[in-house]
């Protein structure tokens, strides 16, 4: 049964516009991919720009487009390369990582990746969720800090989490679900909430 954490979207309107990009983890290519993540992240910002109103004439306009792309472009970097740098490569899962958008009063960017972890690594992971979720995020940004100059060897410091919520006002969200029967491999899809 899967569960939930934080801020999740579990279905989508039907009539809205996304784009989904899958990597295969037992690809030779993987690894290039990974250090690639920067090209997908921005090719991902680039195509949002274009369902925003044009700008062009406009400052104000011009500059909302470019934070708003940079915006997408940091929290979809973060996104990609956690869930490859996590992934357990061995359980064959196939990344997917993407952006939704929603048209309301404000415009919302949604972007989620999807990979798979050992069934420990879930656990540890959910218990900083719980910590994330229940904390002031600027104070625990600053314990975060200090932690991970203290063991440089921290597999997770959640900076990037922090960092989404703090600079870029980010609704997070998680859902975790077995992959295999016997409960050992979880998926996990991250969700970023960003208005722009």
Do not use: C
């Amino acid at each position: 049964m899967p569960q939930i954490f934080g801020d999740f979207i579990e279905t989508f309107p039907p009539d809205h516009d996304s784009l989904e990009l899958t990597f295969t983890p037992t690809s030779q290519r993987i690894q290039n991919l990974w250090r690639n993540r920067r090209l997908s992240a921005h090719f991902v910002a680039d195509y949002f720009t274009n369902f925003l109103p044009s700008g062009k004439g406009n400052l104000a306009a011009e500059n909302q487009i470019k934070e708003a792309k940079g915006a997408i472009s940091y929290v979809a970097n973060e996104l990609l390369e956690n869930a490859m740098k996590f992934n357990f490569a061995t359980a064959s899962y196939k990344v997917k990582f993407g952006i939704h958008f929603l048209d309301t009063a404000e415009i919302i960017a949604v972007l989620f990746a999807s990979n798979s972890i050992e069934q420990a690594v879930a656990q540890k992971f959910q218990e900083f969720i719980q910590e994330l979720l229940a904390s002031d995020p600027e104070s625990f940004y600053m314990r975060q800090i200090e932690a991970s100059a203290e063991d440089e060897n921290a597999d997770m410091s959640g900076l990037g989490f922090l960092t989404m919520i703090n600079d870029y006002q980010a609704k997070l969200g998680w859902r975790f679900e077995p992959v295999s029967s016997d409960a050992e491999i979880w998926a996990v899809t991250t969700m970023a909430q960003i208005k722009v």
